[in-house]
């Protein structure tokens, strides 16, 4: 079968590799669609290394279909079609008791410590089914919206960290596909105003197709005048920074409404530093929160959210390639043209 094998930083290539043989508490999906997470770049660049092994297959937004169950294995069935949970918590250390498993001290995943999406049959260890991480998808889901559930659980996240609520306004910096994602996700939470900042015009206009309020280029407009133009002078209840440029947190904080929220949603380049006005988020009264991965519960709304149609989640993605194609993928993304960039067998 086909993999895209990581040797090390800037090392990779699609492979001939032989199939996984799976554990009898195991399964065998092979992979209909796997989604390039900004992560997974870092990875692959060699900018992120923790719990990266080499040589693996990463990848971690994956949806698929069971070609083989474990003779163990209980309550699925080979054809069944899935889309899987790649965080795997530990149940047990500080973070999981208390209610935090995002954030697990031990947690594992698959595109991590488990090989991951970028290849042609992938093989889900016993402990992630067990723990319930593998999710059946109807046959109206396509395999991309499967696929992009785990970074729409990731979203969740960070609006239930930011407590966005009926009739807040939001304002949502960066419109990639995660900006896109808060963006209706917001809406549904029942915002009464959904406020864009994105330079790149493409991005600008799929946040008008997916029904942003106002939608602003921060490079040739004032995104501080329009915010209090929109907001009554007020600033907006609600931030989510879903672009992860340090320098523009300054500016950012003073957007928001005295008491509102501020989410660091992104990762942040390089080591993250960055200079904000205390006196901006101490007389304001502002919170500000971060949002990392995702609970199980968070992955099964986002599931629920697309198996129900509540969200447009193939809007987000502009370009499939093969794994045999995995280099003009990572290019394609790299040159910000596109949105979420599939990988299919
Ligand atoms: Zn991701
Ligand atoms: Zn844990």
Do not use: W
């Not at 197709?209 to 329009?226: F, Q, R």
Request: proline content about 3%; overall charge negative; charged content about 20%.
């Amino acid at each position: 079968m086909k993999a895209v094998i990581l040797e090390g930083p800037n090392m990779f290539t699609t492979k001939e590799i032989p199939m996984p043989v799976i554990k009898a508490d195991e399964l065998l999906v092979k992979m209909e669609k796997a989604a390039i997470c900004g992560t997974d770049i870092r990875i692959l660049e060699g900018k992120k290394t923790k719990d990266v092994r080499y040589p693996s297959v990463i990848g971690h937004e994956i949806c698929g279909v069971i070609s083989e169950v474990g003779s163990e294995v209980k309550g699925f069935a080979v054809g069944e079609r899935v889309a899987i949970a790649n965080v795997i918590p530990c149940g047990s250390c500080s973070s999981c008791l208390n209610g935090r498993e995002n954030a697990c001290l031990n947690r594992q995943a698959i595109g991590y410590q488990f090989d991951g999406g970028f290849e042609e049959y992938l093989a889900i260890p016993g402990i992630a089914i067990q723990a319930g991480n593998v999710v059946k998808m109807p046959d109206h889901v396509s395999s991309t919206a499967g696929a992009l559930i785990e970074p729409l659980a990731c979203c969740i996240r960070g609006m239930v960290n930011a407590g966005t609520g009926f009739n807040d306004t939001v304002l949502v910096v960066g419109a990639g596909p995660i900006g896109l994602m808060h963006l209706q996700l917001s809406k549904i939470a029942g915002a009464s105003k959904v406020i864009i900042s994105e330079p790149n015009q493409m991005r600008r206009d799929k946040a008008k197709t997916l029904g942003a309020d106002v939608i602003v280029d921060p490079t040739s407009e004032n995104l501080n005048e329009i915010v209090m133009r929109e907001t009554d002078g007020l600033g907006v209840d609600v931030i989510i920074v879903a672009i992860g440029v340090p320098s523009i947190l300054n500016s950012t904080i003073n957007l928001a409404k005295k008491g509102g929220t501020v989410c660091l949603f992104a990762g942040f380049a390089g080591d993250g530093m960055s200079q904000m006005s205390a006196n901006t988020i101490h007389y304001n009264e502002l919170n500000i929160c971060g949002s990392t991965a995702y609970k199980r519960s968070d992955y099964l709304a986002a599931a629920e959210m697309v198996k129900t149609g509540k969200i447009d989640l193939d809007e987000i993605a502009t370009h499939v390639y093969k794994l045999d194609d995995f280099k003009a993928a990572y290019e394609k993304f790299l040159d910000g043209s596109g949105l979420k960039i599939m990988i299919e067998a």
